[in-house]
């Protein structure tokens, strides 16, 4: 059954972080072995979903046929290292992230597909997705091509319900590995499938193409490329042509350009003579004014140090001032500030001097009295001893008219 396939979602949007939403067929489900792919294999529904969460993660891919990275080919197989086939001729360009099953309108028909949900990273292939949306907006199929390979646990070895078999044979246990987007011919008419098992005569499952394929494809390729290198062909002598005219435009400006450079430099010329009198006489000026400087700097340094001297001797007869009521006993309370005073006035207040004595002299003062209260309650405590023992003299019983204290 023919039938021509392409991407069935396309996000219109351009998200910021490059990442375009794609949903594309990746294969069609069969409801038995006796319907098949062009390439004789039969999907069954629940082999499918057995396997189907491989998709998560697989990678988008295309061989790009250019530097532009603009048109795809093929798969871009090279070769296998050991049981793992190698596409070096190809590049990711995406990846799918989901998957579901569903039944899908296309040309000719419904059809139960295995679907991909996932992004083309168009940050890095904006015109590979300009190509496809060309494309789609012309009407045009995009073809594409699932690859799977065996499992890990059985050697990279597809395994198939009833065994490998030329038409209707059924993938049971395998791992989906890849989905390139192409310019030929895919095997699936649904969506392409190349199945990459052992590259051995009875388990390569790449299509065998014969002489006219080859010849077909070799063609399509030379086509491609002929179109590409004659349009980039077009557009190289297009952007010559205007370089050439831009560089005619450019040469006349620079004529006009170097022209009026010669006449300015005539006039700089002539102003570099006027320049060179006038700095002469600048300079002569400069250094009758840093003579002068230099003599009024002096004075002032000379005057601002006999200021100093004068306000030092200043300050220092009003310290002599303030302190002309004391005695020296009292000056020695406050010595050392008196010297710091004496070697620098600016550094010590003469309040601070003052209130130092002042409170020194009143502790002094404090403690000389309380000194004499301790010998004057020391007199009375002898005194009040000795009045205590003389006898009042008594005229009658009942009173006391005096103390004869001398009698």
């Known amino acids: 059954m023919e039938m021509e396939k392409r991407f069935l979602e396309i996000s219109q949007a351009t998200n910021p972080n490059g990442r375009r939403r794609v949903k594309i067929v990746l294969h069609e489900i069969y409801p038995d072995n006796t319907r098949w792919n062009i390439n004789g294999i039969s999907y069954l529904e629940q082999y499918t979903r057995d396997n189907a969460d491989t998709v998560k993660g697989m990678p988008l891919c295309a061989e790009f046929l250019d530097n532009d990275k603009e048109i795809p080919y093929g798969h871009g197989l090279t070769g296998q290292i050991k049981n793992m086939p190698v596409f070096e001729d190809s590049v990711q360009v995406g990846v799918f992230e989901d998957w579901s099953i569903e039944d899908i ?24 997705v300009k190509w496809i949306e060309d494309k789609i907006a012309d009407g045009i199929t995009i073809r594409g091509s699932v690859e799977f390979v065996g499992t890990k646990e059985n050697d990279g070895e597809i395994i198939y319900d009833g065994g490998w078999k030329e038409q209707g044979r059924i993938p049971m246990i395998y791992d989906y590995s890849g989905y390139c987007i192409l310019s030929v011919k895919p095997s699936d008419s649904t969506a392409v499938l190349v199945e990459l098992n052992q590259f051995n005569r009875k388990n390569l499952e790449v299509i065998e193409m014969n002489e006219e394929m080859m010849k077909a494809l070799s063609d399509l390729k030379t086509d491609i490329i002929s179109e590409f290198q004659d349009t980039r062909k077009v557009e190289v002598n ?28 005539e006039e700089i010329s002539e102003l570099n003579q006027k320049c060179e009198k006038s700095e002469s006489d600048a300079k002569a000026k400069e250094d009758e004014l840093d003579a002068k400087n230099k003599e009024l700097n002096a004075l002032v340094e000379t005057q601002a140090a006999e200021l100093n001297e004068l306000k030092k001797a200043n300050k220092i007869a009003e310290l002599n001032s303030a302190l002309a009521d004391y005695t020296d006993e009292q000056k020695d309370f406050a010595k050392e500030e008196i010297e710091a005073f004496n070697a620098d006035p600016f550094s010590v207040e003469i309040n601070s001097i003052v209130t130092k004595i002042d409170a020194t002299a009143y502790k002094k003062i404090r403690e000389e009295n309380a000194k004499k209260s301790l010998e004057m309650n020391s007199m009375k405590d002898e005194f009040d001893g000795i009045m205590s023992a003389i006898d009042p003299i008594v005229k009658d019983d009942n009173s006391v008219d005096d103390f004869d204290c001398f009698a």
């Open 238 to 265: 297009s952007q010559v042509a205007s370089l050439e005219s831009q560089v005619a435009e450019l040469n006349s400006k620079i004529d006009e350009l170097n022209a009026s450079i010669k006449e300015k430099d």
């Open 105 to 128: 309108e296309l040309e000719d028909g419904m059809h139960r597909c295995l679907c991909g949900v996932g992004y083309i990273n168009e940050a890095r292939y904006p015109k590979f």
